[in-house]
């Protein structure tokens, strides 16, 4: 029965935790940036080659 | 020429710190507070979310282009003391893992600052780090004396890119932060190869100290020196400028240049007596004297920000 871990496990798991958190933090960040471009007013949906309301609506101004 | 590392020296697994140091760090902070000093100074302002993220994607742009520089370098850092206990001369990491670090880091810092910020920001960026690894690193380097005074200019680009980041171009005063980089650079480097010219002599990197002896880049240095001072006085008469700026600059240019007056009135003999204590005291206050510039550039901006009766200080740049 092995009682003890080897030590490269601890090492490993250290690396692993390190990774987690910058992937999060990565997350965490796009997030954010996009919540502070919307609030200011950035298109929220880009030209996609299909007719949209809005799109309607603007020519209907115009 | 860096299989050789992977062949020789059998890796352990790396730890985290392995792949943070071989990031640069002391670099990166250089990079991220003259890049910060830069959009803090832009005439245009950007929330705070934006900026901080920005400059994340340029810490980890300058991270990336370290990574690939000691990937290509790895030869030359082995025979190197100062360089021999890096991540992957150490055989902490294998150059493959570089690499890979490098070109994946270099892609998402790029592409992210586009996102977060403008396309010219991430040009900018990316040729920031094509300019650290192709030119300096792989041609400049090895090839010429002129290595690090063009290949300075790699460094001198962050406070433009932060710059760019709030104002999407470039502007007169972006460019005069980048000058005050590039020409602070050759005599930075040069204090510090006079004391490490045994490393560069070993590792055949043709360093002006290698190339055309202490006494000559003793007078190299006292010439950028002076060009460097007139550089930053003339700076203090310029948007990003002011009182604060000149009464902080004049001083720490005086002790600059009286410092690499010394330098160049010393024989090798003198400085080898006291183990370099002069050139090692001058290359530390070089670190000190670009932090301070830019210290306080970010200072004078806050000030006009907060108090629109500032002291009239005539702007002729």
New interface residues.
């Given amino acids: 029965m092995i009682l003890k871990e080897h030590e490269i496990y601890s090492r490993r798991g250290r690396k692993n935790m390190w990774l987690g958190g910058i992937m999060g933090s990565l997350v965490a960040v796009i997030f954010l940036v996009t919540v502070v471009k919307l609030a200011n007013g950035s298109k929220m949906q880009a030209f996609d080659h299909s007719l949209r309301p809005e799109m309607v609506e603007s020519d209907k101004k115009n | 020429m860096v299989e050789i590392q992977a062949d020789i020296i059998e890796h352990e697994?790396?730890?985290?710190s392995d792949y943070f140091e071989l990031l640069k760090p002391k670099v990166m902070r250089l990079v991220v507070f003259t890049a910060a000093i830069g959009l803090l100074a832009a005439p245009n302002s950007i929330?705070p979310?934006?900026a901080i993220?920005s400059l994340?994607c340029v810490a980890i742009g300058a991270g990336a282009a370290g990574a690939l520089n000691m990937w290509w370098d790895a030869d030359i850092d082995l025979i190197m003391k100062r360089t021999s206990t890096r991540p992957i001369p150490s055989g902490r990491i294998s150059s493959d893992q570089a690499l890979a670090l490098g070109i994946i880091l270099s892609i998402l810092s790029v592409m992210?600052l586009g996102?977060?910020a403008n396309i010219f920001a991430a040009g900018l960026l990316a040729f920031t780090i094509f300019f650290y690894v192709v030119i300096y690193s792989m041609w400049l380097k090895r090839a010429t004396p002129q290595n690090i005074v063009i290949g300075g200019a790699a460094g001198a680009f962050p406070p433009m890119i932060g710059w760019s980041i709030a104002s999407g171009g470039v502007g007169l005063e972006s460019i005069l932060m980048f000058l005050l980089i590039f020409v602070w650079t050759p005599p930075h480097f040069w204090t510090l190869a006079l004391f490490m010219n045994q490393d560069y002599s070993k590792a055949k990197v043709p360093m002006l100290t290698v190339t055309h002896g202490m006494i000559s880049t003793r007078k190299h240095i006292l010439v950028y020196t002076i060009a460097l001072s007139i550089l930053a006085v003339a700076m203090a008469f310029s948007s990003v400028g002011g009182p604060l700026y000149f009464a902080v600059c004049v001083p720490l240019n005086i002790w600059f240049l009286l410092g690499s007056i010394k330098i160049m009135n010393r024989t090798d003999e003198v400085s080898l007596a006291d183990n370099f204590k002069l050139e090692k005291k001058i290359f530390v206050f070089s670190i000190f004297y670009l932090f301070a510039h830019f210290g306080v550039i970010g200072a004078e901006t806050v000030i006009k920000a907060l108090s629109p009766y500032y002291i009239a200080w005539p702007e002729i740049i």
């Avoid at chain 2, 697994?13 to 985290?16: K, L």
């Fill in positions: 697994e790396p730890e985290a929330h979310v934006i993220a994340l992210m996102l977060f």
